[in-house]
């Protein structure tokens, strides 16, 4: 047995040693031809000649190369073998018995899509082979059942969402709110534009060229069940330039509140607010934020009045998973702080409410009748009144209820009310490319320091062309 292995591999270097020596007598007259006809001036017959010898000693390490990944792969060692057999190929594009190992090599190794490739031009260049066929039926089936069912599908792809030059939509929200003491419900008011006493809200997008955009939000949104009436309107418009797989532009939302819910006054606020969106985009994934600061510009601490700031951050994520379903993560705060410097000393209210999200997107591609989003979300409700200390950090207000002042009193988190935890499923009927009708729900538990529950429904309709 030794010797028959010791034979194979005397055999396996005379076979490398000869394909490598005899090209390379040819590469040598080559260039000794070519050297004699500079010489004499006949610089277009010496540069065919050179280039001649380029191409001989090319083809010479194609077969070296060839040979060497041959002596992996009999040793098992298929990454290796494939690496020589590649550069085999990128030395004789016509070289066929490199694609027919590479191929082979490859689908073997699970890489079905390079197999396919590989076997696809090597029968392109050779139609009567009869090797190729042999795994490359086997390497179309692999990779389609791959693509059906797991991530590298070519048909996912999220690019079709920005087709319409202009979008628009509407929805209006119905909350309710279900004690569980008596088992009662009633219907949460939620004071709007217009004397609304539910939520309603209208938007509109414009893409040119994909270049640049813009986009308008008007509304009052539900923001839970626990939620005060804090905002009766918010208007956001936003401009942003489209790059190859980015999107990056600045915004102005401004919101308005009234009412004697703070301090026991009857007050008509309002504030302007400057932030940034961003956006992000590929076959796989799609990204979104936007990102309104509090205090930008910075509006309280200098005058004798009372002042509204708000604050927002939202990011919304999805990925692309299997032909069925995408997966779906997002995060978002709203924020709301109330000053009142014409009290003998400043002070301020706050409310927020905290949303992490987690769920998945049925359906999601252009072609589908009908798309489901399901998500599971975890709310957090903030609340911290009369704070004589309005313009520190970490005061309770925002921050996740951070409060270093009560760190050690074992309240650190003294800015959170409580939290609840919130089912959502969002129907979608697309009539059209340039039509979606849409239905959504949510159920909301809050924990059990609360005998008090919500549920929403939102129905609204969208359109585009």
Known sequence: MKKSCAMYYLLLTIMLLRAHYLPAQTVEQYNSSGVEKSKSGNYYEAEKDFNSGVKKSDEGAALVYHNLGWSYE?????????????????????????????????????????????????????????????????????????????????????????????????????????????????????????????????????????????????????????MPDTIFLTERLEGYIIGEAHYVGAGLMVSHYQGDHHFSKDMLLHDFKIGIVYGYENDKNRLDMRWYPRLIPHETGYGSERYLDTALLEVDWVRAYRRSFDLSFGFKSTEFYFFDNKADEPVSDYNGVYEVKAGVIFNNNASAFHRIHLHLIERIYMSDYNNRNPYSSFNGQGMFGINTRKWLKGDPLSGISTLSHVISAKFEQRFSDNFVLYEKIMLEAVMPSRAYHGAALQIGIEGGY
């Not at 955009?213 to 923001?223: H, K």
């Open 74 to 226: 009999q040793q098992g060692d298929l990454k290796n073998a494939l690496i020589n057999y590649e550069e085999a190929i990128k030395r004789n594009s016509r070289q066929i018995v490199s694609y027919e190992r590479a191929g082979y090599v490859s689908y073997k190794l699970g890489q079905h899509q390079k197999a396919v490739e590989i076997g696809e031009e090597g029968m392109r260049l050779d139609p009567t082979n009869e090797e190729i066929p042999t795994w490359l039926t086997s390497a179309y089936r692999e990779r389609y059942s791959r693509n059906k069912y797991l991530l590298d599908d070519p048909n996912r792809t999220f690019k079709p969402a920005r087709r319409n030059v202009f979008t628009a939509g509407a929805a209006i929200f119905g909350p309710l709110g279900i004690s569980t003491d008596d088992y009662s419900v009633e219907y949460l008011d939620n004071r709007g534009p217009f004397g609304a006493d539910f939520s309603i809200e209208a938007y509109g997008e414009y893409n040119h060229k994909n270049r640049w955009g813009a986009r308008l939000y008007v509304g009052n949104p539900y923001f839970g069940t626990l």
